[in-house]
Nanobody
Framework: QVQLVESGGGSVQAGGSLRLSCTVSGPTFSTYWLAWFRQAPGQERDYVAYISPDGGTTIYGDSVKGRFTISRDNVKNTVYLQMNSLKPEDTAVYYC????????????WGRGTQVTVSS
């Protein structure tokens, strides 16, 4: 059973920074693609960033490029999302997710952590 637990959310003023963490249980962490998604009130869940199993490939949504950085530590079984220059429109619940390399969909999800950015 794969379990994901996010932490690091909170409230910050526009222009500030936060770092989200997600710890993933399971013996094969280093084989998963990992991602951060977010969902704002009244909107669909949307992807923020993906990272490959070895960390060598990262992909970002257009709205966060240049401001957010996804990274992973395959020893600590943890994926991070460093968020800089935060904007009020970044306010959302942020979810960590994982998929096996053989799967086309993200099958494992955390419960989410709230990020609120005030102007």
């Amino acid at each position: 059973q794969v379990q994901l637990v996010e932490s690091g959310g909170g409230s910050v003023q526009a222009g500030g920074s936060l770092r989200l963490s997600c710890t993933v249980s399971g013996p094969t962490f280093s084989t998963y693609w990992l991602a951060w998604f977010r969902q704002a009130p009244g909107q669909e869940r949307d992807y923020v960033a993906y990272i490959s199993p070895d960390g060598g490939t990262t992909i970002y949504g257009d709205s966060v490029k240049g401001r957010f950085t996804i990274s992973r530590d395959n020893v600590k079984n943890t994926v991070y999302l460093q968020m800089n220059s935060l904007k009020p429109e970044d306010t959302a619940v942020y979810y960590c997710s994982a998929r096996r390399a053989s799967s086309a969909t993200y099958d494992y999800w955390g419960r989410g952590t709230q990020v609120t950015v005030s102007s």
